[in-house]
């Protein structure tokens, strides 16, 4: 009886040890979850100052939610191993369970691991109990930033899905108009012998040109709603929203406008350098160009392509830039 206590005692002392790294764990798993909740803190802190986030929402909420998964998945798998530990007890339990084998050391470990389990059950249901408050409170700030941007559109880096005008799209028709349409215009062009610098100049002449259009409109939007540097308050604000709403609906005004029909209101005189033929070959290309540099244009921020640092390399054809990029208004 001596030799199966002692060997029972050992397995007691393992069990320990067991706990205690499992006390460790737990202790990790806290620091995590404040440290999640500080991420959250600020999270909200940052919505609460401004009505466009610098990031996409629906891609900041989905890194919280991430995160928030992570610790439940964490504080289920202590909850298993601690499971796994209240059955090994319970087997060491059986062992002394009965009044003849009972000593006092035996029963002060019993006494002791039990306390240990009630200990550890308690903190995973404080665990548990936090990290349901953060999911809330997670939904409480998802549901607040959306009722913020029902109201309108979202350009620039603060995006809808359901724009049609948002900058994943607008990069979107300019990869169209660079891979898909330009190739079949380049061909014909090649076909008629045209000249790759003439289409060139007239094609980044045609998207400087819209893009001046455009700044001249944003500017008569500012004039009209120009504001002293100290204004401050709600009014002030609003204007600020609504005149961004102003440039928006002009963009999406300009989305419904047919290409061809903007294009002989806004074709620029300056284009009138260019041959006559030359024009005429590109116009269903110029148009497109036209359009969508008006558009660009008018994002928040204003996108161009990155006429500056494009290589064409070898080939004198590759007049379209590889990226847009945001530019100064």
């Known amino acids: 009886m001596r030799s199966t206590l002692s060997q029972k005692e050992e397995k007691v002392k393992s069990l320990t040890q067991s706990l205690s790294d499992m006390d460790k764990n737990l202790i ?9 909740q500080q991420e959250l803190t600020s999270f909200k802190d940052r919505m609460a100052g401004q009505l466009f986030v610098s990031k996409p929402a629906a891609e900041t909420d989905d890194l919280h939610k991430q995160k928030l998964e992570e610790t439940i998945c964490e504080l289920k798998q202590k909850e298993e191993e601690v499971k796994s530990l209240k059955q090994r007890l ?3 339990a059986d062992v002394r369970s009965s009044p003849q084998r009972c000593n006092p050391q035996g029963c002060e470990h019993k006494e002791s691991m039990t306390q240990m389990e009630a200990f550890y059950k308690k903190k995973l249901n404080e665990a548990r109990s936090e990290t349901a408050k953060k999911q809330t409170e997670l939904k409480s700030v998802k549901d607040r930033l959306a009722a913020q941007v029902a109201a309108s559109l979202k350009t620039g880096d603060t995006e809808s899905m359901n724009n049609p005008v948002s900058k994943t799209r607008l990069t979107e028709m300019y990869d169209n108009l ?9 061909d014909q062009l090649k076909s008629r012998k045209r000249n790759p610098k003439e289409a060139k100049d007239l094609i980044q002449k045609t998207f400087g040109n819209a893009s001046d259009e455009m700044k001249r409109r944003r500017q008569q939007i500012e004039e009209m709603f120009q504001q002293s540097e100290s204004s401050s308050g709600p009014t002030p604000q609003k204007v600020k929203e609504y005149r961004q709403l102003t440039v928006q609906n002009l963009q999406m005004a300009l989305f419904h406008t047919n290409k061809e029909e903007l294009l002989k209101t806004g074709f620029p005189e300056c284009l009138d350098e260019f041959p006559e033929e030359v024009k005429e070959d590109l116009r269903p290309l110029t148009s497109e160009c036209y359009w969508l540099s008006c558009l660009m244009a008018l994002n928040n921020p204003p996108l161009q392509p990155d006429w500056k640092n494009h290589v064409p390399g070898f080939d004198s054809w590759d007049i379209f830039p590889r990226e847009i990029k945001p530019s100064v208004m």
């Open 28 to 36: 990790e798993a806290k620091a995590a979850l404040r440290r999640k």
């Open 90 to 92: 319970q087997e060491s």
């Open 178 to 186: 660079k891979l898909l349409q330009w190739p079949k215009v380049k």
